[in-house]
T-cell receptor, first 114, second 112 residues
Framework: DSGVTQTPKHLITATGQRVTLRCSPR?????VYWYQQSLDQGLQFLIQ???????AKGNILERFSAQQFPDLHSELNLSSLELGDSALYFC?????????????FGPGTRLTVT | AQSVTQLDSHVSVSEGTPVLLRCNYS??????LFWYVQHPNKGLQLLLK??????LVKGINGFEAEFKKSETSFHLTKPSAHMSDAAEYFC??????????FGGGTRLMVKP
């Protein structure tokens, strides 16, 4: 158990809908990262927050957004969902924001868009 | 810019024989490199990391990796495979801002 929690474990929704994925980092970690794992794209970095501030952006679509709250938990919002958004979404956390810090991964949220 | 290439998408070994998972990286500066393992329907677990100290890095569960700058490689090895090692393995390079770039993954199968 990495200490990173993600909810929900599974999510099934329809095209055009909006969902929110939640992540709680390990105790003491200030940085949260979001990754997407799909069969065709592999594992891709989406976005990073450090102590409430956006720190880095990767291949994140404009339909997706994230935030980190004062208690350091983070939410990833996915809107206008398309079939291609079906994937496993991982959250990771680390102590610091600039590397190289080990990142600890949560169990993931499996999103299915029908 | 940085990238990671895992040279084999699938590797099959017999239980008790050595494991070699190959990884080449590209980075514009001195990289930090990691190997992560993903068991079916599970999250990613850190196996080991290289951060410019010793070039031979020991990890968990008997795995180790050697950083070779001249070959831009970071291959993962284990002397004797166990059935529980069957999983997907990812070679990862850390870039600016601690952003991770993943290789395509190598699925390790262990035959009894």
């Amino acid at each position: 158990d990495s200490g990173v929690t993600q909810t929900p474990k599974h999510l099934i929704t329809a095209t055009g809908q909006r969902v929110t994925l939640r992540c709680s980092p390990r105790s003491g970690d200030l940085s949260v990262y979001w990754y997407q794992q799909s069969l065709d794209q592999g594992l891709q970095f989406l976005i990073q927050y450090y102590n409430g501030e956006e720190r880095a952006k990767g291949n994140i679509l404009e339909r997706f957004s994230a935030q980190q709250f004062p208690d350091l938990h983070s939410e990833l919002n996915l809107s206008s969902l398309e079939l291609g958004d079906s994937a496993l979404y991982f959250c990771a956390s680390s102590v610091g924001g600039r590397g190289p810090y080990e990142q600890y991964f949560g169990p993931g949220t499996r999103l299915t868009v029908t | 810019a940085q990238s990671v290439t895992q040279l084999d998408s699938h590797v099959s070994v017999s239980e008790g024989t050595p494991v070699l998972l190959r990884c080449n990286y590209s980075s514009s500066y001195s990289p930090s490199l990691f190997w992560y393992v993903q068991h079916p329907n599970k999250g990613l677990q850190l196996l080991l990391k290289y951060t410019s100290a010793a070039t031979l890095v020991k990890g968990i569960n008997g795995f180790e990796a050697e950083f070779k700058k001249s070959e831009t490689s970071f291959h993962l090895t284990k002397p004797s495979a166990h059935m529980s090692d069957a999983a997907e393995y990812f070679c990862v390079v850390s870039g600016a801002g601690n952003m991770l770039t993943f290789g395509g993954g190598t699925r390790l199968m262990v035959k009894p």
